[in-house]
């Protein structure tokens, strides 16, 4: 067995390089599993200002100087901010409170629907059966919509965080952007001279994730916006807080658009009922999504990514449930990442080879 463990090694390790890719994503993983919450404003400035230097690249192309072109997308960056913070956040955070607040008569819509299910089908479903689920979503609901509400937003501990991130981040992020060369030089000199292989597998993996995450942004700023506009003009309840939700389904695979279609039928079903106006609305949702999955998405990602379904799916469940959110919208930029890493393995030289074979 020993013998075994040791001939496998020497195969796939006697490389430096191999060594070196392989401690250089360790690293990195025990930095994020273990330092996540204490650099957390570090690695979302990392983000943003991996974003924004798409932008900055593209300005650069147009023969525009680095730092004016920096200076105009920091500028946009902030002025996003600013309207985020003090614009959409009080506007989702009053539907989202009215929306627990009104959610009590939105059930008891529901349950009227349900006792009539008895009626409608009384082979499959009892009275029985529509009463203990009746009980069931009341209870849970709207218990877990009064913990919510209970809940101070804007708690002390949490208005000190957004001071801080809407203080340290932008600071970051700017710095960052400005000084990008001298960062990398820097973390060059902590690594060996001979990286050739790392280096060709960022280089695959940073031309894809650069454009997924950027066309992932893209993505849920466009379906956010397209189904307001959409929701709005059909004069639907809390449309900016169901077109949040919308947009951000697109981040999980497959089943986020599945699991947003419940809140919006919800929706539409305790205001209108089953009328014209419902239809409308569920025929404007699935136009969007017919748009987003068969026009935007080709568009935006084309051949980014190239895995599998089911290998699609398994990265959401491992690193949703590693890192949360962040794990769920870096999933397949990591897939991306160990996907390359198969790919350029170096295959096994003659020399490990005939010392495994020797031993």
Do not use: C
Not at 75 to 98: H, N
């Amino acid at each position: 067995m020993l013998k075994y463990i040791k001939n496998w090694y020497l195969s796939h390790f006697s490389n430096p390089q191999v060594v070196t890719l392989v401690l250089f994503i360790l690293s990195g993983l025990l930095v994020v599993t273990f330092s996540g919450k204490i650099l957390a404003p570090l690695f979302a400035s990392i983000v943003i200002a991996y974003l924004l230097e798409g932008a900055v690249a593209m300005l650069e192309k147009t023969h525009t100087p680095r730092i004016m072109a920096l200076s105009l997308v920091f500028t946009a960056f902030i002025a996003l901010v600013v309207i985020l913070l003090f614009v959409l956040v009080p506007l989702l955070s009053k539907q989202f409170t009215q929306f627990f607040v009104e959610l009590p008569t939105m059930v008891n819509q529901g349950q009227l629907l349900l006792m009539r299910l008895p009626e409608l089908f009384p082979s499959l479903v009892s009275s029985e059966q529509v009463s203990e689920i009746s009980a069931f979503i009341r209870s849970e609901v709207l218990g877990f919509g009064q913990i919510l509400i209970s809940k101070p937003i804007a708690s002390v501990v949490g208005l000190i965080t957004i001071l801080v991130y809407s203080v340290i981040v932008p600071l970051l992020v700017f710095f960052l952007l400005k000084d990008k060369t001298k960062i990398l030089e820097w973390i060059a000199h902590f690594l060996p001279e001979e990286r050739d292989l790392t280096n060709e597998v960022w280089f695959e993996v940073n031309q894809k994730i650069a454009s997924y995450v950027r066309g992932k942004f893209l993505e849920v700023l466009i379906i956010s916006v397209v189904t307001y506009i959409a929701f709005a003009s059909l004069s639907l309840n809390y449309a900016m807080l169901l077109a949040v939700l919308v947009g951000f389904s697109v981040i999980i695979p497959y089943a986020g658009a599945a699991v947003v279609t419940l809140p919006v039928l919800f929706v539409a079903y305790a205001q209108w009922g089953i009328s014209s106006e419902f239809l409308y609305v569920l025929i404007a949702y699935s136009v969007i999504q017919f748009i987003d999955g068969n026009v935007l998405v080709p568009l935006l990602f084309s051949e980014i990514v190239n895995l599998h379904p089911v290998a699609i799916i398994v990265a959401v469940l491992f690193f949703g449930g590693l890192w949360g959110l962040w794990g769920v919208f870096f999933a397949i930029p990591l897939a991306t990442l160990i996907n390359a890493v198969i790919n350029l393995w170096p295959e096994t030289s003659k020399g490990s080879e005939s010392n495994a074979t020797s031993l």
